[in-house]
């Protein structure tokens, strides 16, 4: 994680922004067994009160279930299990490779998610568990750098999702470097962001392999398997740094001709995919943005 602001003096909340993180994770991680949300995927079936955390990012995992048409679908947990994503990416590497079984889990429609708003509660369907992910991912970088801009111009990079709050003080755009997929190390382009988010999805890192078969953790809801798409990354650059996860998880698995014209049909979006085959998409504007 980075955060940047664009300061004489960094500001004293700099030092903060790891104990901001610490504590998300504390309340959203699906890897921690004493997380919030371990507990209450383990009480599916009961309203179960929450905190002011979690039920913010639930409804950021909501909007980005909207905007993708269902694509990006919060409740894929026992999804990613079958895959073989069952512990930290690290340790699937090193860890044995397990036999899958048939059991494919499809996840259900979140609109099956009861909650209550007078009490800040959610209720899960029976056998359903959530798994926020990269919408977790995005909420952290817009929380720090809301926090963070107070001071001035800012941007925070959590993982490859980049929220950006402005101009840098001196009016210029800031700019990101694209990593190169095919090249560890090496990089595509640059990007030149004023102001929104910024967001990476793709099968080129989180890949593994389980009962023979290759796996990766971008599952498809409408499958509950890892998505069969030519699309090997998205980047894109949308108004929140929550949009461009969504949407650049959705053109994943969309595949690269629907995932464009989704991109190209909203004029707040540009991006680029690179396809399997090495090729390179980009949308119509993205001269405004890309190098």
Request: glycine content about 10%; charged content about 20%; overall charge negative.
């Amino acid at each position: 994680m980075l955060a940047v602001a664009d300061v004489d003096y960094p500001p004293p909340a700099l030092q903060d922004v790891p104990l901001w993180f610490e504590g998300w994770e504390q309340t959203l991680s699906r890897f921690r067994s004493d997380s919030e949300l371990c507990q209450l995927n383990i009480n599916d079936g009961r309203m179960i009160p929450v905190s002011q955390t979690l039920w913010d990012v639930f409804h950021v995992s909501l909007e980005a279930d909207r905007i993708t048409g269902g694509l990006v679908n919060s409740l894929v947990y026992d999804a990613l299990l079958h895959a073989g994503y069952d512990r930290s990416f690290d340790s699937i590497l090193n860890g044995p490779h397990f036999v899958l079984d048939d059991d494919v889990a499809v996840p259900v429609s979140l609109a099956k998610i009861a909650i209550d708003a007078a009490t800040r509660s959610i209720r899960l369907p029976r056998g359903a568990h959530l798994d926020f992910g990269g919408v977790a991912k995005g909420w952290a970088a817009h929380q720090a750098m809301e926090r963070l801009k107070v001071a001035g111009p800012a941007l925070v990079n959590a993982g490859g999702d980049v929220a950006i709050s402005g101009l840098q003080a001196d009016g210029e755009r800031w700019s990101l470097d694209i990593v190169d997929p095919f090249r560890p190390g090496e990089y595509d382009g640059m990007l030149y962001v004023g102001k929104g988010g910024v967001a990476t999805s793709g099968k080129d890192y989180r890949r593994w392999t389980r009962g023979g078969l290759p796996q990766h953790h971008i599952i498809d809801p409408r499958t509950g398997l890892p998505a069969e798409t030519d699309v090997l990354t998205a980047t894109v650059i949308a108004p929140t740094v929550m949009e461009a996860e969504a949407i650049a998880k959705m053109v994943v698995i969309s595949g690269s001709q629907a995932g464009l014209d989704r991109l190209n049909s909203d004029t707040s979006l540009s991006g680029l995919l690179i396809l399997e085959n090495g090729e390179r998409l980009y949308t119509s504007n993205y001269k405004e943005y890309f190098s």
